[in-house]
């Protein structure tokens, strides 16, 4: 394949999916469906020209950590914390906690029906699929009001971050003991004190670069602390989503010592193109990643009754558990937001980290794709049902 080839092909993928994002604004289908569905095409013409490709699977994880912190981060550019938002903030914990928590303990009982593993084996396995994607529920908020908006970013960006200090937390203890609850304190600890020397230091930074390329050497040194954050198993995604939250809203700490130190006249304008950095990056890395992972499915597993079937149990129990929470923590509107708990890039991050001695042969790539085309083609229709309910009641 030439060069020319290839530039070809990599610059078709964005303008495509640039065209999706326009589609989904239009009609509310995630333009991650769309892009999972060109991913399988282009699989099953290159399978018809008999092209040999690239082993894609090596470079999935990194395209995903990148993408995640990206969005995340680009989510938290967005949030303007004020004392009336720690209802909105306290909910989207809890009930992002809650749904976890309980999604784990019914997936891993499904996981050992299916498997008959050891339980251990089976709640490492069940993680993945309890995660709500921030990938995908982030940008399919964007229709929603300012408060419900929040509400998605928080939940997701929440369910991410406990996603992966459960995960971390799972895969590192084989049996759990008083110290396995020691070590973990420590870490959160640990990554808390990080994260907060990491916005002071971020911020007084970009007040003090004079070059005009600064924005990507923040987001580099944002990729270079998580990955050592990572690789000692602290729970990074604290970070990106503190320091974005810290960068925008500097601007309301009062104390006159800070003011003077780290906040400058260009701030604004800085944090503008910093979001607008973030999120062009995000959709880039965004794009790949899906399509990489739609090309690399095997789709003849899927026509195995038993993983459908399961892959059904696993949708509807995750339905189940979002309903029962939101109806304790979302009190006020929980109908649109039962049907955004789509399974996506962090649930794939997870379980291709997963350790191959934990790996099921039962519960394998094609199992989590179909949960995560399910669950993406379920918020899909939920959504579109809403919109057209709350507007003939209008009418």
């Given at each position: 394949m030439t060069t020319y080839t290839i530039l070809i092909i990599l610059s078709g993928l964005v303008i495509f999916s640039y065209l999706f994002d326009l589609v989904a604004s239009k009609t509310k289908i995630p333009s991650v469906l769309l892009l999972l569905m060109l991913g399988i095409g282009l699989r099953f013409l290159v399978d018809y020209l008999k092209i040999h490709t690239y082993n894609f699977l090596t470079i999935l994880p990194t395209l995903g950590t990148v993408g995640l912190i990206l969005i995340v981060f680009e989510g938290s550019l967005e949030l303007k914390y004020d004392k009336n938002k720690n209802k909105i903030i306290k909910s989207a914990f809890l009930s992002a906690l809650s749904i976890l928590l309980?999604?784990?303990?019914?997936?891993?009982?499904?996981?050992?029906?299916?498997?008959?593993?050891?339980?251990?084996?089976?709640?490492a396995n069940a993680v993945p699929f309890s995660v709500i994607s921030s990938?995908?529920?982030i940008p399919s908020a964007a229709a929603l009001n300012g408060k419900d908006k929040e509400f998605v970013i928080y939940e997701s960006s929440f369910s991410d971050i406990l996603g992966?200090?459960?995960?971390?937390?799972?895969?590192?203890?084989?049996?759990?003991?008083?110290?396995?609850?020691?070590?973990?304190?420590?870490?959160?600890?640990?990554?808390?004190?990080?994260?907060?020397?990491?916005?002071i230091v971020l911020?007084?930074?970009?007040?003090?670069?004079?070059?005009?390329?600064?924005f990507f050497l923040i987001i580099a040194i944002l990729i270079l602390v998580y990955a050592i954050g990572q690789s000692y198993h602290l729970s990074s995604l604290v970070l990106i989503l503190s320091?974005?939250?810290f960068l925008n809203n500097a601007d309301t700490i009062q104390n006159?010592?800070?003011?003077?130190?780290?906040?400058?006249?260009?701030?604004?304008?800085?944090?503008?193109?910093?979001?607008?950095?973030?999120?062009?990056?995000a959709f880039i890395l965004r794009t790949f990643?899906?399509?990489?992972?739609?090309?690399?499915?095997?789709?003849?597993?899927?026509?195995?009754?038993p993983v459908l079937a399961n892959g059904f149990f696993i949708l509807a129990s995750i339905y189940v558990i979002r309903?029962?929470?939101?109806?304790?923590?979302k009190k006020d509107s929980a109908t649109p937001f039962l049907y955004i708990a789509p399974r996506g890039l962090i649930s794939i991050l997870l379980y291709l980290n997963l350790p191959d001695s934990l790996k099921l042969p039962q519960v394998g790539t094609s199992f989590l794709f179909l949960v995560v085309l399910g669950s993406s083609i379920v918020m899909t229709l939920g959504i579109t049902l809403s919109k057209r309910k709350r507007e003939e009641i209008r009418v």
């Open positions: 309980l999604s784990i303990a019914v997936i891993t009982f499904i996981i050992y029906q299916i498997t008959q593993e050891d339980f251990y084996t089976c709640m990938a995908i529920a992966v200090i459960v995960f971390n937390f799972v895969v590192s203890n084989a049996s759990v003991s008083a110290y396995s609850f020691v070590s973990l304190g420590f870490s959160t600890f640990l990554i808390v004190l990080l994260s907060a020397v990491a916005c911020l007084y930074i970009m007040g003090r670069l004079v070059h005009h390329i600064k320091t974005g939250l006159a010592w800070f003011r003077g130190l780290f906040l400058y006249k260009n701030l604004t304008a800085d944090l503008s193109q910093l979001y607008q950095l973030s999120a062009e990056s990643f899906f399509v990489i992972f739609g090309f690399t499915m095997n789709l003849s597993e899927l026509n195995d009754q309903l029962i929470c939101l109806k304790i923590f």
